[in-house]
């Protein structure tokens, strides 16, 4: 049986601030044309969160599989984002800074919780695939 085998220490850190959902992608077209035009109006939160991170990320994305835990901390859970939303915006920011593409993620451990702060945690781990060795 193939199991996951981990690489090295898994890399954590939280991003301090409230946590934001990745939204529909927007079309728009303009008032005498037939042109449509979509957009994506996260564009700027993937890219902070993506600068924020940067610190923590390897210099060069390794090609490994990659496991990935995500908490989602809110003051209240009461009108909070939906979950997928808030992973989704996650993995879209990482991508080719903790990998090369989303489809080296092979495990996803997410959560929401109530906390003293808002932030989003993150660990990420790397691994392979091997023959009858230890669990990741």
């Given at each position: 049986?193939?199991?996951?085998?981990c690489?090295?220490?898994p890399i954590?850190?939280?991003?301090?601030?409230?946590p934001?959902?990745?939204q529909?992608v927007?079309v728009?077209r303009?008032?005498n044309s037939?042109?449509?035009l979509?957009y994506?109006?996260?564009?700027?939160?993937?890219l902070?969160?993506a600068?924020m991170?940067?610190?923590?990320a390897?210099?060069?994305?390794?090609?490994?599989?990659?496991v990935?835990?995500?908490?989602?901390?809110?003051?209240?859970?009461?009108g909070?984002?939906?979950l997928?939303?808030?992973v989704?915006?996650?993995?879209?920011?990482?991508?080719k800074?903790?990998w090369?593409d989303?489809?080296?993620?092979?495990?996803?451990i997410a959560?929401?919780?109530?906390?003293?702060?808002?932030?989003?945690?993150v660990q990420?781990?790397?691994a392979?695939?091997?023959?009858?060795?230890?669990?990741?």
């Amino acid at each position: 049986m193939t199991e996951l085998v981990c690489k090295g220490e898994p890399i954590k850190f939280f991003i301090q601030g409230r946590p934001r959902p990745q939204q529909r992608v927007r079309v728009v077209r303009a008032i005498n044309s037939t042109k449509s035009l979509a957009y994506d109006p996260c564009k700027a939160e993937k890219l902070a969160l993506a600068v924020m991170s940067q610190l923590y990320a390897p210099s060069k994305p390794p090609k490994d599989y990659v496991v990935i835990t995500l908490q989602f901390d809110f003051i209240s859970l009461s009108g909070s984002p939906d979950l997928d939303n808030l992973v989704k915006l996650v993995m879209d920011a990482y991508n080719k800074l903790f990998w090369h593409d989303d489809r080296q993620v092979i495990k996803i451990i997410a959560a929401k919780a109530a906390g003293p702060v808002e932030a989003t945690f993150v660990q990420v781990q790397y691994a392979t695939q091997e023959a009858g060795s230890g669990g990741c």
